[in-house]
């Protein structure tokens, strides 16, 4: 049995199941200080039965490099206490199970990619848009990492010709993509969700402008054949045949065929991060 963990700012969810894409039976909680909440979902675990393997997806930054004394640790997180937390420490000691370790957004775009496999597509990007925007890379059907893993809600947009006086919300770069077009941008700027907001408002196309421009580099820069848009943001109606448009637009007929219908919504749902940690768990 298969155990899985999607460790999130505000919540875990956790889940056991006999292959990553069946999930048997799974568990909500809330995310507290790190002491009480990993033994809560240890505790979980160990009620379900015998664990072959563990995988987590987590929230970032995260050491992935296991030649690293710190692999498995969360590294500088404003979340308190969790700052040099190792969370796949505890779970290696606690439940004595091989266990396999990634970003939450890595981890959702290897569910992703195996909800698609076809044999000549063998990468696929996923980004969620929500409390923040963060982005995973599967090439050659592996995540990618370089020193760290890829931060890109952290690329500097063009900014939107109706949209030069917001200075953004990123604390470090002010008017990144994430500074400018995550969850809490939006509600700093417009008081409101993008969902709340009527669907004539010109917030729907200058996030929908920004987003694509993740869009168009990620395609110009990996050739992903896929690219996956998750989170809370992206369920607004309407923004991803917005989001699809502006590629368009900024793309002007460049790259070849009709890629910008390749933006997708998940194929998992809300599921994508817990069943790449199934998966993360299947490959320790
Ligand atoms: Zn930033």
Known sequence: MLGGIEAGGTKFVLAVGASPYEIAARHVIPTRDPATTLADAADWFERQGRLSALGIASFGPVVLDRASPRWGQITTTPKPGWSGCSLAGFFERRLQVPVGFETDVNAAALAEFGARESGENNSLAYVTV???????????????????????????????????VFDGVCPHHGDCLEGLASGPAI?????????????????????????????????????????????????????LGRVRQHASLLDRGYLPGSH?????????????????????????
């Open 187 to 239: 509600t700093a700027r417009w008081g409101m969700s993008l969902s709340e907001l009527p669907s004539n408002h010109a917030a729907h196309e200058i996030v929908a402008f920004y987003l694509a421009q993740l869009c168009h580099t990620l395609f110009a820069m990996t050739a992903v054949p896929i690219i996956v848009l998750g989170g809370g943001v992206m369920q607004t109606d309407g923004l």
């Open 130 to 164: 929500g409390t923040g925007i963060g982005g995973g890379l599967v090439i050659g059907g592996v995540p990618v990492h370089g020193v760290a893993h890829p931060e890109m809600g952290h690329m500097i947009p063009r900014r939107h010709p109706g949209d030069r």
């Open 260 to 284: 910008c219908q390749r933006i997708e919504t998940p194929k998992l749902g809300e599921d994508s991060g817990i069943t790449g940690a199934l998966i993360l768990a299947r490959n320790a």
